[in-house]
């Protein structure tokens, strides 16, 4: 039996995840139309992104996009950057991270300038122009990371979770729970320390131990706003 061809759909899920921008809920008409004409999405999760893309439409602008900051740039557990559910920091990241570029490269996607191969979207956009038993494999080896992104956002009750549960569906997986870790507190990691007013107490050592360096990743800043809480989704 031949797998149903899931392109198209594969490209609307990858845009979902992208920022909620205007140009996004511009296209929010089409997109409805693509996944429903596919079929590739078993209907109950179709009837969820319907949900999502409908709170995308009407929802407050600032809201929507606070939201989405808030629920994707601001913790590892519901990261879109598939290599920190990985490798984390550490020093196996950079190797992963060439290794995915250099496969784009060969089957003729670039990335642009700023663009990082481990990004959900892109991966996706990736998968879609595959044949569909390769684009199920592929999405196969990664659904242990759609799974744990699943939990955490249905922990959060994110409307989100409908669109790693439809990918867990087209990779030929099905969510199950499994122990979400909290992300560590701001106000724990930025603790000021006795003497060192104003420094991260994360990591360091008492005096005549190794003092250990720390990479932190400068993520752009986003206005934050309290977001309405979502339909349900299931697992």
Same mark, same amino acid.
């Given at each position: ?5 899931a392109? /198209?759909?594969?490209?609307v ?23 429903h ?36 740039d ?20 950079g190797?992963?991270? /060439? ?19 481990d ?10 122009t ?22 955490a ?5 994110s ?5 790693l ?10 969510a199950?729970?499994v ?6 507190? /701001? ?9 060192f ?5 994360k ?7 190794p003092?250990? /360096? ?9 206005a ?5 809480a ?6």
């Amino acid at each position: 039996m031949s797998l149903p061809n899931a392109s /198209i759909s594969l490209r609307v899920l990858a845009r979902l995840l992208s920022y909620p921008d205007a140009e996004l809920r511009g296209h929010l008409d089409d997109m409805r139309a693509a996944l429903h004409a596919e079929r590739a999405v078993a209907p109950t999760r179709l009837a969820e992104l319907d949900a999502l893309m409908t709170r995308l439409e009407r929802g407050d602008t600032l809201d929507t996009e606070a939201e989405y900051v808030a629920m994707f740039d601001r913790g590892r557990a519901t990261s879109l950057h598939l290599f920190e559910h990985v490798h984390g920091d550490s020093r196996d990241r950079g190797p992963a991270m /060439i290794d995915l570029a250099q496969t784009f490269e060969k089957a003729g996607l670039y990335l642009a300038p700023g663009e990082m191969p481990d990004y959900l979207p892109v991966v996706l956009e990736f998968v879609s122009t595959q044949p569909p038993q390769e684009a199920r494999a592929f999405l196969g080896e990664m659904a242990h990371i759609f799974n744990a992104i699943f939990n955490a956002l249905q922990q959060r009750e994110s409307a989100y979770a409908s669109v790693l549960g439809a990918l867990l569906e087209l990779s030929g997986e099905q969510a199950h729970a499994v122990q979400v870790t909290p992300d560590e507190s /701001i106000d724990a990691t930025w603790e000021e320390p006795v003497v060192f007013d104003g420094c991260s107490s994360k990591g360091q050592a008492k005096p005549g131990q190794p003092q250990p /360096i720390h990479f932190v990743r400068n993520d752009p800043a986003h206005a934050s706003a309290k977001a309405p809480a979502p339909e349900g989704v299931s697992p």
